[in-house]
């Protein structure tokens, strides 16, 4: 498998952004926009309490929804949780696990997002699992090292028959929200160095058929280009994908 048969996925990540009734206008005109663009996968990670309106919205179109977080026990005393059960049962399909949001402001570690996206997978989810360096390890030189570890970290005890279900998101922290870009070369190279560590994981045949996503700072006017590269299926769009048409035009891109 290469490039060619890997299915983009373009993935919006709303954050804290829009209240429901904000959430039903925005899939609804997303949706609208993206109509028969099919040659990727079209989600949009929306606020647990958005969930129920954008899956509402989104019925009958080509827009999955996602969630932002879950917690990796199934149930039980961990209040202001929410588990992959109750994601899947509200028809939530994907889920961010690792963002860097998380890692930095709630004490995510790879100890967590491994147990959470375990519990994901388990539960029939499809995960985003996000990673990446700050600014001070590219500076360092240890870009390399960071993401690889992560990756063997945040993957330890999956399965090579779950990777299936597994999406990467590489995203330079100092990317994030920034309006600074990876050049398109550097998001090759690092997802080419994540790819190239879940083959030593298991084995070139999954590693060429993981989709992994570049994601900071990706919008309409730089997506063209770093989608062309060979190591990016696809993105994980913040700011932009709070807006329809700009959303839409990665989308564009992709196909
Ligand atoms: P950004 O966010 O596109 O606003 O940089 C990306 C992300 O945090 O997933």
Redesign the pocket.
């Known amino acids: 498998m290469n490039k060619a048969t890997r299915k983009a996925i373009i993935a919006g ?1 709303w ?1 804290m952004n829009m209240t429901p009734s904000e959430a039903t206008a925005a899939v609804k005109k997303t949706a609208e926009l993206v109509a028969g663009k099919d040659g990727c996968e079209i989600v949009l990670c929306v606020p647990f309490v958005d969930i129920a309106a954008a899956v509402e919205a989104a019925k009958g179109t080509n827009v999955k929804i996602g969630a932002q977080n879950v917690h990796f026990e199934a149930k039980g005393a961990f209040t202001g949780e929410i588990s992959a059960s109750m994601l899947t049962e509200c028809g939530v399909e994907y889920v961010i696990i690792g ?3 998380r890692r930095q402001y709630f004490g995510e570690t790879d100890e967590t997002v491994n147990k959470r996206t375990k519990a994901a997978l388990a539960a029939g989810l499809k995960v985003l699992l ?1 990673l990446g360096e700050v600014k001070e390890e590219r500076l360092a030189g240890i870009t390399d090292e960071i993401v690889a570890m992560q990756t063997k970290l945040d993957l330890a005890g999956i399965s090579a028959e779950d990777m299936k279900n597994v999406i990467i ?1 590489y ?1 330079p922290v100092w ?4 309006g600074l870009t990876a050049t398109p070369e550097q998001a090759d190279e690092t997802c080419g160095v994540i790819r190239a560590t879940i083959a030593k994981l298991y084995g070139a045949e999954v590693a060429e058929a993981t989709t992994i996503q570049y ?4 919008n309409d006017a730089n997506a063209a280009e770093l989608l062309s590269k060979y190591n990016v299926d696809g993105g ?5 994908s709070l807006v329809p048409e700009k959303f839409d035009a990665i989308v564009t891109a992709a196909n």
């Open positions: 990540n954050k963002h860097s949001e996000c998101a995203e990317a994030i929200g920034t994601g900071g700072s990706m994980l769009i913040g700011g932009a």
